[in-house]
């Protein structure tokens, strides 16, 4: 049963009581697992979906260590818990699935796995971006649903990408490197950001606009920011009329920065020509989401950070937080450096 402990699997050799106890809420890449194994007796939960919250909460009675994804709630009650808890390593760069100052106040450092998706998820933006603006997905259907007959004048027309206009909606590092990528195709670069930036601007040819000044002059929106109280429903249905029916929406950063409801009616409308997502308000999308008829989407499973390289990098990383944790000493990056055990 999901429920039980039952899935979850044994990773050390032999019980070592002068190890420490950790558990991993999901199996990370083995250059990962290796790491913890060597320090520590592991538990890994190798089931598909999440362990229940419960399981978690029974785990860390027995753990100094935790190694959890953002898909698992980390709070008050799962810390207080884990009375002999030291470390939480979130297999993630975000960690708003933890409750940090609650582990700040208990002694508790928590790590993370920053830097290591920047390329990974700036090459999605664009993937999602070609797809979209020449109708890939729609394309492979077409051929797979035997319809393509003969060479068409007009058959799945698309929109050129070079020397569009490409607007990007914050320019940290992804948003950065997302810019670097769009000066191959000879594209005009337009940003906003809460912090505008004139040395980037010179360095990676930019132009720093409003936001709404953005959404009416790009041919492609893409979006790089962090999910906020402010950035919550950042587009919406006045964002969509401002952007107009040639232009097309990229969403890597979170699901909620956009408004879901009103993205379906702008593309059931035409009100913009189409969208790529890879991730949504709730993950998994449901399935009754009406998003999910629409052929001028594309979306996938959040899998901006799902490259081989990076996958294992972001394991290694996950693996280096949680033994300097077991082992006392400071974690190579850690979100809360004051925690005092």
């Not at 607007?167 to 505008?196: N, P, T, W």
């Not at 929106?221 to 969509?240: K, M, N, Q, W, Y």
């Not at 294992?312 to 990056?333: D, I, R, S, Y």
């Not at 850690?334 to 925690?339: G, R």
């Amino acid at each position: 049963m999901l429920g039980s402990t039952q899935p979850t699997i044994h990773t050390g050799a032999d019980h070592d009581m002068s190890k420490p106890k950790v558990f991993v809420t999901r199996a990370i890449p083995e250059a990962g697992l290796a790491m913890v194994r060597e320090v520590a007796e592991a538990k890994v939960w190798s089931e598909q979906l999440p362990p229940p919250k419960s399981v978690i909460i029974e785990e860390v009675r027995k753990c100094e260590g935790l190694l959890s994804l953002l898909t698992d709630t980390i709070d008050t009650e799962v810390m207080e818990a884990g009375e002999n808890l030291k470390v939480i390593s979130n297999y993630a760069v975000g960690y708003n699935n933890i409750d940090v100052q609650a582990a700040t106040e208990r002694g508790i450092y928590v790590g993370n796995t920053p830097g290591v998706l920047t390329d990974t998820t700036a090459d999605m933006a664009w993937a999602l971006l070609m797809a979209a603006g020449r109708r890939i997905v729609e394309g492979d259907n077409y051929v797979r649903a035997l319809k393509w007959k003969t060479w068409e004048p007009q058959l799945l027309l698309g929109t050129d990408v070079c020397e569009a206009t490409l607007g990007i909606v914050g320019l940290g590092r992804i948003g950065q490197a997302v810019a670097r990528r769009a000066q191959g195709f000879d594209m005009r670069i337009l940003y906003y950001d809460m912090v505008r930036n004139e040395e980037i601007e010179k360095s990676l040819g930019v132009e720093f606009v409003q936001l709404d000044d953005l959404l009416r002059q790009s041919d492609f929106v893409s979006l790089h920011c962090p999910l906020t109280d402010e950035t919550t429903h950042l587009i919406g249905a006045r964002e969509f009329e401002l952007m107009g029916p040639e232009s097309y929406l990229i969403n890597t950063s979170r699901g909620p920065v956009v408004d879901e409801a009103a993205l379906y009616e702008a593309l059931r409308d035409n009100k913009i020509r189409g969208a790529g997502l890879d991730v949504t308000e709730v993950e998994p999308i449901p399935d009754d989401s009406p998003l999910l008829k629409l052929d001028n989407l594309v979306i996938c499973p959040h899998i901006a950070s799902a490259s081989f390289k990076t996958r294992n990098k972001m394991a290694t990383m996950a693996a280096e937080n949680l033994v300097a944790g077991l082992q006392g000493k400071p974690l190579p990056n850690c979100v809360n450096p004051d925690a005092v055990p």
